[in-house]
């Protein structure tokens, strides 16, 4: 029985997840500015690593981990190279 | 023991870390110890001013309280996302003059108030050491000086200066 | 999901409410970048997301293993530690560009650099402390 529950909530959150992608993907490409767009493309790194971290608990295998945290350490290199670019137009100084 | 292991704290952080990602075992422990060893003697090579601890046993009791804010303002922002767009709210930026000098203090001050929802850091002056921060729902400017001031930077100063 | 029944009833049922809090909270986030009208307050939305939304589903995943290896597992705590430090960072640097540039372009509603000038009457102290 619990193990439905968990099952129907897992999915719900993940839908949830998804549809935060879709919030952040709608005001990326609608802008208006360029800086919204990085913070957009930022936050849809974090809820995809969200996405894969629930993947995780489904499958039950902690092999999703490591993909999570792969993902969280390119999305904040990405993401400060490209405010970095907004600052100055360069990346490295 | 200073010119062995120049950061003790990042060497004993990079050990865990590495033992985390890969498994307690007495193999990986030496694995680990080597190359958080090497790693931090690279830090030392590119000399930061180095953080002093005043009173480290402190810091638990600034988390807890972080914590505790952040999930207070989470509550405070998803009401003010789901509420009716007719509502007057009002945002704004306050000026915060701070007392806090040292660079670690104010980085970890930076961490607190922008990872808190509702603030956000914007920038701040290093001769007048004057703070700028975004305010989602500002009614009294004043009250955002004081809270600052009075919850987080004298605890902060109490742990690094 | 052939696992769960393993599970015991207490550690699914925390899993599935700590889920979904996190993705609520995260989903809220992304609603609000929708809603609020200006790059300054959008800034404040995906922190819900990052802070208690990533805060409860790495929760849910060390009460999901823990339970199930009948061991302590806290590898995603990294994750975590990692997510609270690198965020703050990013959209620092992301206001500090949005400033700069709103003051390239002098729009308004944004403050001058002059009013992080120290006061009258502490002038000669602040250029003495720190003048370099």
Known sequence: MTAIILLWCLTAAQAMLVAAMGCYTFRLIRGPRAQDRVLCLDAIYVSAMLLVLTVGIRAGSPIYFEAALIIAVLGFASSVALAKFLMRGEVIE | ?161 | MTYAGALPAWAALLTAFLVLVGAGLTLLGAIGTLRFGSFFERVHAPTLGTSWGTGAIVLASIVCFSALGSRPVANELLIGVFITLTTPVTLMLLARAALYRDRAERKPGVPARSILRPPRGRDQQGESGGGQ
């Open chain 2, 1 to 161: 023991m200073t010119r062995a292991l120049p950061y003790p704290i990042l060497t004993a952080a990079l050990l865990l870390t590495w033992m985390l990602l890969t498994s307690f075992s007495p193999g990986q422990f030496i694995l680990g110890g080597l190359i958080a060893v090497a790693a931090s003697r690279a830090m030392a090579a590119l000399q930061p001013s180095k953080p002093r601890l005043r009173q480290w046993q402190l810091i638990p009791r600034l988390a807890g309280i972080v914590a505790l804010d952040i999930l207070r303002s989470n509550i405070a922002v998803a009401r003010i996302v789901l509420q009716r767009r007719g509502r007057k709210r009002k945002s704004g930026f306050v000026a915060i003059p701070l007392d806090l000098r040292d660079r670690t203090g104010l980085a970890v001050l930076a961490c607190i108030v922008t990872s808190t929802p509702g603030t956000a850091w914007v920038e701040h002056a290093q001769d007048s050491n004057i703070l700028l921060i975004h305010v989602l729902d500002l009614v009294d400017e004043q009250g955002w000086v004081t809270l600052i001031k009075s919850r987080y930077e004298s605890l902060l100063m109490e742990i690094f200066e």
